[in-house]
């Protein structure tokens, strides 16, 4: 095994790194790194939480998130409310379009089911102190008293749930397209802005957030603009003494709200459905609030947040468990306290009911138990474990890396031959191709079967109707056996949206390897359903290929160990500081591996930990496209043949290529679906693809990756992100490194950042542990 090359300036040694044999060396790095060149820019522009602007540190949140490769919102997508203000006209709606359209569907049921809720929020017992007191106000709301601090007293047995509710309806594709803002409320809205020092080109998305009478609204509480994505808590603040005068000021219960609320959106931004309740309140106390108690209590009783009191699991067996709390009515049960933002509180218990119904039901019977064995008998490893699963559960889990997936892909063949309407969905039109080819059928761009096989669509467009079987008459997915593949993307509302859609007696497989990063949305619903085992569970032993494979799968263990690798699998590059990075990277890219590989600049995809620093995303890109794709940017900063990234709603990235641009607007090809972007969302939604983020990058593979680590990125590593960034090569990887003895340490000690989440609670009162 060779050395490394020292780093020169002369452009040849990349190309003899990449002429000696690659291996990994754990112990080398870049000397004399820079930290401070290119450090990522405040507010948390690392990967996936740079994109939602004012995503804010940990800390801000009451130190339970995370701003790096766990927090929500990759790429620049537009958020629903702001498509609403779009006003485009279309005979028929975009993918994009049809997926929020089926969100907002979701929505109303939610809101239904909160309407019938006669009930307060199932509690624990024998609270004292703020929890008793923030319970008493949820409960004198519900009741329409007034809200009273007393001393808690035990409750009421908790109902038993409703039945679920109705599943929605089919989307109808050929729906309007939301209207456009009147422009007379987006002009009252410029002024009260202007009057208080704000931009006013923000009126726009404040229209989008607080809808019609938004000016009225904002000079009543200027806090309100803290609903804008990307104001800060002191931007709110200056924007209120301008407005409010001598009544602005920190004990002013309007901001105590505002930032109680901000608070929990920014938690979910780094994948919390809720916070508890002490770390919420110790937030409100950075952000200068002098009460934090009384704001959160303020907060719950006007209805802008939820209460929980989730019971805390307890030492022992369940049925001894059982048997003490029979014994000793009386005897206190620790519970947990948490606040919640109603979309993702409602969420999570719509999945957790969904996922009950799945866990407590019978499967429809479709082939004797004989015909099932005999096609577990034909299956290998744990594929036949699989099989024999499904055969007899509604709910299974299966684990394992990319060469794992032949497992379910031989279940959905296995399925398909019993007769079972089966279909796949994947994360990524890229995910969906590949495994197709698994599955041995060509699949249509819209996944639709062929009559060689089951079906594979993208889970955002099996739910949005543009993909898939259709719904039933009922409203539920016209299908017998659903695999999800890349199960650890879901997020609570994607999850809710899965399962409720899915008819009495279907079967759902839920794939995927659980050490990768976790959504770019609230929750860990993959992570949180292994930890609960309420269902069956199939790990596949079936290891990737290759040297890529080996040192993959180390990582996943927190090894980072040396490998061999005669056929140039792996390279190290090493590299002083984040321009040398830049440099590396494009020689990369541009020549080297091309050269060196046989694999070309369109197959080989740049890989870093955030969109900011001097090494970010941003910067990348704009080297990359001097280097591989010069021109004029004349359509918002894009010309044909520009690799780009596309969001067509947050937390979801499309890669894809420019194609054209003219009056429709730009023009792209993703996956090989063309999709049309009209010119006043492309600034929102589209940004160069070159490079991607990690949270970006999940869900698909490239020939050649380059992961670019420069010396800023050392803080933002951790085992998951690093798992996942070099598991996205198929044949090459080229790790350009500047971070010294951080990659190792990060393998090895840095695990993924926890979530505060209730679906193991919720689903521990409808489901009992498979032991």
Not at 126 to 153: H, M, Q, Y
Request: glycine share 12%; proline share 8%.
């Amino acid at each position: 095994m060779s050395t490394e090359p020292e780093p020169t300036e002369d452009a040849q040694d990349t190309e003899d790194a990449l002429d000696t044999e690659g291996a990994l060396d754990t112990g080398r790095g870049a000397p004399d790194a820079s930290a401070g060149d290119g450090a990522p820019e405040a507010g948390g522009d690392g990967d996936g939480a740079g994109e939602h602007a004012g995503a804010v540190p940990v800390a801000d949140a009451g130190d339970t998130g995370d701003t790096g490769e766990d927090s929500a919102g990759e790429g620049e997508g537009a958020s629903p409310a702001e498509g609403a203000g779009e006003g485009e006209s279309a005979a028929k709606l975009s993918e994009a379009e049809a997926e929020l359209a089926a969100q907002r569907v979701e929505r109303e049921r939610i809101e239904r089911r909160k309407a019938e809720r006669k009930q307060p929020v199932a509690s624990g017992t024998k609270l004292s102190g703020t929890a008793a007191d923030l319970l008493a106000a949820v409960r004198a709301v519900e009741s329409g008293e007034k809200p009273v601090a007393t001393a808690f007293r035990e409750p009421a047995p908790a109902p038993r749930r409703a039945a679920p509710e109705p599943r929605p309806q089919p989307v109808v594709a050929q729906a309007a397209a939301p209207s456009a803002a009147a422009p007379e409320t987006v002009g009252a809205v410029r002024r009260v802005l202007t009057d208080g020092g704000a931009p006013e080109a923000l009126a726009p998305q404040v229209v989008a957030a607080l809808g019609e009478g938004a000016d009225d609204l904002l000079r009543a509480d200027p806090w309100q603009l803290l609903r804008v994505g990307g104001v800060r808590p002191e931007q709110a603040d200056g924007f209120a003494r301008a407005l409010l005068g001598a009544e602005s000021g920190p004990r002013d219960e309007r901001r105590g709200r505002s930032l109680t609320v901000w608070l929990l959106e920014q938690a979910a931004l780094a994948g919390h459905t809720a916070l508890d309740l002490p770390a919420l309140v110790a937030a409100l106390g950075r952000q200068a609030v002098p009460d934090p108690d009384a704001a959160v209590q303020d907060t719950v009783a006007e209805g802008e947040a939820l209460l929980f009191q989730d019971a805390l699991e307890q030492s022992g067996a369940p049925g001894r468990r059982e048997t003490e709390a029979a014994e000793d009515e009386d005897e206190e049960r620790p519970v947990r306290v948490l606040v919640g933002l109603e979309r993702y509180a409602l969420a999570e218990e719509s999945l957790a009911d969904g996922l009950a119904r799945l866990i407590n039901s019978v499967p429809k019977e479709d082939g004797s138990a004989a015909d099932w064995d005999g096609a577990a008998a034909s299956a290998d490893g744990a594929g036949v474990e699989l099989i024999r699963a499904v055969a007899g559960h509604g709910l299974v889990l299966h684990t394992g890396a990319e060469a794992s997936l032949a497992e379910p892909a031989a279940l959905l063949r296995a399925a398909h031959a019993l007769g079972l309407r089966a279909w796949a969905a994947a994360h990524t039109p890229l995910g969906r191709a590949r495994f197709a080819a698994l599955t041995a059928r060509a699949a249509a761009p819209d996944g639709t079967p062929d009559g060689a096989g089951p079906g594979v669509a993208t889970v955002a467009g099996l739910l949005a109707g543009v993909e898939g079987p259709g719904r039933d008459t009922d409203g539920a997915l016209d299908l017998d056996l659903l695999v999800v593949l890349d199960a650890p993307q879901l997020d609570v509302e994607t999850a809710a949206l899965v399962t409720e859609s899915l008819p009495d007696g279907a079967r759902l497989v839920l794939a995927g390897d659980p050490a990768m990063l976790w959504s770019a949305g609230p929750g860990r619903v993959f992570a949180d359903l292994l930890a609960a085992r309420v269902c069956p569970q199939v790990a596949s032993r079936r290891p990737d290929p290759g040297p890529l494979g080996e040192l993959v799968s180390g990582i996943g263990v927190g090894e980072l160990n040396q490998v061999d690798a005669p056929g140039k699998e792996v390279v190290i590059v090493p590299v002083r500081d984040a321009g040398e990075a830049v440099h590396r990277t494009v020689q990369l890219v541009a020549d080297s591996v091309p050269r060196a590989i046989g694999i070309p600049a369109e197959e080989t995809q740049v890989i870093t930990p955030g969109h900011g620093g001097a090494a970010g995303t941003r910067v990348l890109n704009t080297a990359l496209k001097e280097r591989l794709n010069p021109g004029p940017g004349r359509f918002g900063g894009f010309d044909p043949g520009d690799r780009i990234a596309y969001s067509p709603a947050p937390g979801r990235t499309l890669p894809g290529r420019v194609e054209k641009a003219d009056a429709e607007g730009l023009h792209l090809s993703c996956g090989g679906e063309t999709v049309v972007v009209p010119k006043e969302r492309v600034e929102q939604s589209v940004r160069h693809g070159w490079a991607l983020t990690a949270h970006q990058a999940v869900g698909c593979r490239w020939s050649a990756a380059v992961v670019v680590l420069p010396g800023d990125a050392a803080q933002s590593l951790s085992r998951p992100w690093v798992y996942t960034a070099f598991g996205r090569a198929d044949r090459h990887l080229s790790v350009v490194h500047g971070v010294e003895q951080a990659l190792p340490k990060a393998v090895a000690e840095v695990a993924a950042k926890p979530r505060t989440t209730r679906l193991p609670a919720l689903l521990g009162a409808q489901v009992p542990a498979a032991g």
